[in-house]
Structures are given as structure tokens and as C-alpha cells.
């Protein structure tokens, strides 16, 4: 009985330590607009992998990327699915995110951060996506229409 209880608990700790995804959380500015603008990235594994799909998640007013990051549990979704996450911050200028369809300021700044993406991980820019929450919802609708 004393072994198998022993061997139970080593295949337990053996499961529980190799079923362990690892990824990497990278906090990252770049220049868009005049301004640097921030965003916080999760990938999946112990390196950026190229040619990865590529998911922006825009929070509401009030909010922040690593706000979001925590709350929506993306992380582990991208780990399990092998793609990279991004969870971008608004402007500090107090306005949250422009998301009027005439509003191009943060349309800009994402497609910067695609760029950027683009040139140092060299993701699969057909697989671009984008979720958001309240007004971070409105900055996707934005998206859709300006940088489908």
C-alpha cells in the first residue's frame, strides 16, 4: 500500500510538472503618432516562435493592458493554442481609446504594433485579431471598419 501511494504521488508531481505550459510576458513601447505608446504581449512557450496568429485585447475606459491581461485569462488560452496576445494601453492624454469611426489616432497606433510585430517576430499577418471590452469592444468595431 506504502508504494503505490508513493507511486501515485510521483506520476501526480511527473503530470503536474510536465503538463505545465510556460510563456513569456514581454512589456513593450514604441513610437506611434510623435508619442511612445505602451502594450504588454504574451507568448506561448520559453521564446517567441515565428509565424504565430496574433490577438489584440483592448480594455475599457479607466482601464489598462495588464488590467485586462489578468482578468480575461488569455494567457492561457494562447498557451494552449499557441498564439501570441497583446493587450495594448491607451493613450494617457485622459480620452481612453479614440473609437469613433473618424478617430485614427489609436487605429495607427495598432497598426504600428503590427508592424512592429511583423518585423520582430515575423507573425502570420494573415491571422491578425482583435477583442476588446466596453469601450475596448467600440476600438475593435473601429478596427474592423479602418484596418480590416
Do not use: E
Request: charged letters at 15%; glycine letters at 10%; a neutral charge.
Amino acid at each position: 500500500m506504502k508504494h503505490s501511494r508513493r507511486y501515485f504521488i510521483m506520476l501526480f508531481l511527473c503530470l503536474f510538472f510536465t503538463s505545465k505550459t510556460f510563456g513569456i510576458d514581454i512589456t513593450q513601447s514604441i513610437t506611434s503618432g510623435g508619442k511612445s505608446r505602451s502594450f504588454v504581449f504574451h507568448a506561448p512557450g520559453t521564446a517567441v516562435a515565428q509565424n504565430l496568429p496574433l490577438l489584440f485585447v483592448f480594455h475599457g475606459d479607466g482601464g489598462s493592458g495588464s488590467g485586462i491581461k489578468s482578468a480575461t485569462g488569455f494567457d492561457a488560452i494562447a498557451d494552449a493554442n499557441n498564439f501570441i496576445v497583446v493587450y495594448p494601453n491607451a493613450d494617457n492624454d485622459g480620452n481612453g481609446w479614440n473609437r469613433a469611426i473618424d478617430q485614427l489616432k489609436d487605429i495607427n497606433f495598432t497598426s504600428d504594433m503590427i508592424d512592429y510585430f511583423c518585423s520582430a517576430y515575423h507573425i502570420n499577418a494573415q491571422k491578425i485579431y482583435a477583442s476588446g471590452h466596453s469601450a475596448g469592444g467600440f476600438m475593435t468595431y473601429n478596427l474592423a471598419v479602418n484596418l480590416a
